[in-house]
Every structure is written in structure tokens, then in C-alpha cells.
């Protein structure tokens, strides 16, 4: 089966400007989780979506959002980029209702976003 | 809210020895769950082994165990057997309630480590 995906790999920008990252699931998995990985930090949890509706959103600002789709794919989108956004952005997906305290998360690859 | 504290940034061991990597955590919920993540260098984050609170028996998984101190809220991992293939980013991480039903991770900041041949 395959594990969780993301797109794309890699991404340059400039400050201003806009992105999109996507991210798809395990098969048969509902819940979604982003997290921002700073370089030399870990990982830092910025959204929760089950079932197509937010369910938990960490301290970051109104420039990030996301979606969840029917197929329970997301996309995570980052306006008026920083500097500071330079960072690895991981998605994370597990099956269970809302992500139980128990239930395990499967990481993807990540995106390596570099803001100019 | 919940942090999670790694205090080696960097270890090493030599290749078949063991090595033990320390984690301290703090939380107010009583129902949570602790992991230990591997990133190795091509950054895909693994389930290394997972430890249930309320459990008293320290989680094991081959050649990985944990010692579980819920009273001092210390969460360590150990190596057996180090392999050259255990090189990567260590992170402890714990999981507890965000709001709306759902679970967050929160992440320490990670230990490097190396297994020298």
C-alpha cells in the first residue's frame, strides 16, 4: 500500500508571494495533521482536518490555511510568504476518528519549501 | 498545553554497542501517549515505538526499548545492537488533546545520532 504523499518535493518562492502544498493520505485513513519543520528544530503542528473540517489549528498566524477534500486529501496554503517560512512541511495522516490520543501517525516525505 | 525536552543534541555509538537517548516531558492530561520518531537523512519521519501512559510495562520493539518514569516524566529510548542503519534524527514527541476531539503531537527538538562503523 502506499504511504502518505506530498507535492511537490521541493519549492522556491520569494517573500509576497503564495503557496500551495498538497498531501494524500494512506488509503482508508481520514485524518490529516501539517506540521512545520524549522531546520535543526522538530516538527512544529500547525493543522488538524478530519472529515473535511478543522479540528485543531496550532499558534500560527491567519496567513496559513488548509482544506480537506471528499477524498480526504488536503492542501495546506501559505500567503504573503516570509522569509521565516523557509521550512520542511510535513503531512501526517491516521485512521482513527479525529486522530485519537492512541492512534499513530503516518508521516510523508515532506516539502521543502525555501523563501528568497 | 504539553513540552517535551531532548537535552543530547548530538550522540554517537560505536556499531553493535547501545546507546541510550533521553527524553523529559510535561503534560497535565492523564490520558496521553508517548512516541519516539526516527528521521533519517532522506527526512521521512518512522514510528520508532510508542509507550501508553496508563501503562506501567516499559513498550518494546526488537532491537528498541523505552524506559518509562511516569513520576519524573522521563521517557528514554535505548538502542541494542547499534546498526549502521539507526543514523538519524531522533525526536520524542507526546500526544495530547488540541481541542474539537482531536490530538496533537508535540515534538522535542531532536538528537542527532551517528553509528560509527
Known amino acids: 500500500d502506499a504511504g502518505v504523499t506530498q507535492s511537490p518535493t521541493h519549492l522556491i518562492k520569494t517573500r509576497g508571494q503564495q503557496v500551495t502544498l498538497r498531501c494524500s493520505p494512506i488509503s482508508g485513513h481520514k485524518s490529516v495533521s501539517w506540521y512545520q519543520q524549522v531546520l535543526g528544530q522538530g516538527p512544529q503542528f500547525i493543522f488538524q482536518?478530519?472529515?473535511?473540517?478543522?479540528?485543531g489549528r496550532g499558534n500560527f498566524p491567519d496567513r496559513f490555511s488548509a482544506r480537506q477534500f471528499p477524498n480526504y486529501s488536503s492542501e495546506l496554503n501559505v500567503n504573503a510568504l516570509l522569509l521565516g517560512d523557509s521550512a520542511l512541511y510535513l503531512c501526517?495522516?491516521?485512521?482513527?476518528?479525529?486522530?485519537?490520543?492512541?492512534?499513530?501517525?503516518?508521516f510523508g516525505p515532506g516539502t521543502r519549501l525555501l523563501v528568497l | 498545553a504539553q513540552t517535551v525536552t531532548q537535552s543530547q543534541p548530538e550522540m554517537s555509538v560505536q556499531e553493535a554497542e547501545t546507546v541510550t537517548l533521553s527524553c523529559t516531558y510535561d503534560?497535565?492530561?492523564?490520558?496521553?501517549?508517548l512516541f519516539w520518531y526516527k528521521q533519517p537523512p532522506s527526512r521521512q519521519m518512522i514510528l520508532v515505538i510508542r509507550q501508553e501512559a496508563y501503562k506501567q510495562q516499559n513498550a518494546t520493539e526488537n532491537r528498541f526499548s523505552v524506559n518509562f518514569q511516569k513520576a519524573a516524566k522521563s521517557f528514554s529510548l535505548k538502542i541494542s545492537d547499534s546498526q549502521l542503519g539507526d543514523t538519524a534524527m531522533y525526536f520524542c514527541?507526546?500526544?495530547?488533546?488540541?481541542?474539537?476531539?482531536?490530538?496533537?503531537?508535540?515534538f522535542g527538538k531532536g538528537t542527532k545520532l551517528s553509528v560509527i562503523p
Open positions: 503534560t497535565s492530561e492523564n490520558n496521553y501517549y
Open positions: 514527541a507526546s500526544k495530547g488533546y488540541s481541542g474539537a476531539g482531536s490530538y496533537q503531537l508535540t
Open positions: 482536518y478530519y472529515e473535511k473540517e478543522e479540528r
Open positions: 501526517a495522516s491516521s485512521s482513527g476518528l479525529a486522530g485519537g490520543p492512541g492512534e499513530t501517525q503516518y
